[in-house]
């Protein structure tokens, strides 16, 4: 626990936490490390398998299948989650799972099926993006620095 959230605790919540983390079983690491190379590799795999389809048997370049080889991973894995299919594998997983963009996929599914009843406006599209906002605004933001310093480090624009 870190010392900020220790120091608001009294003497018997700090002497409770205390004893927790004695009696608390250590975390499988190696286990959970193993299980989301499994996992992540296993979606990536997967990915690769439909990059190579595109290519091959739908006349795409290695460039141009990239694009549709996303969409179908996302639709994949929006079907899974809303078959609660993607949960379960997430739960053996773990961080596996969540790390490709499938896993983004998965977390705004999730966000828009458990808030359906709320209405489409406020339930499902204002709980998903409460979500996606800070994950765009952090790809935007990035690209534009990235951008600015591309343009900074090929000279400013001028040849």
């Known amino acids: 626990m870190a010392n900020n959230k220790k120091k608001n605790l009294t003497p018997t919540q700090q002497e409770y936490q205390e004893l927790a983390l004695k009696v608390q079983p250590p975390r499988p690491i190696l286990k959970n490390c193993i299980r ?4 992540g590799g296993s979606i990536c795999l997967i990915g690769q398998a439909v990059q190579e389809m595109f290519v091959h048997w739908a006349g795409f370049t290695e460039k141009t299948a990239a694009d549709p080889t996303v969409a179908v991973m996302i639709l994949i894995s929006v079907i899974l989650t809303s ?16 790390v490709p963009v499938t896993g983004f996929a998965n977390s705004m599914a999730s966000a828009a ?3 359906r009843s709320e209405g489409i406006v406020l339930g499902v599209g204002g709980q998903m993006f409460k979500l996606a906002g800070p994950v765009i605004v ?12 591309t343009w ?3 000279g400013g624009g001028g040849s």
């Open 83 to 98: 078959l609660g299919v993607y949960d379960k594998i997430a739960q053996w997983a773990g961080a596996g799972s969540a």
């Open 36 to 39: 989301a190379f499994i996992a």
């Open 138 to 149: 952090f790809g935007t933001v990035a690209a534009f620095v990235v951008g600015i310093l």
């Open 152 to 154: 900074l480090f090929q």
């Open 113 to 115: 099926i458990e808030h």
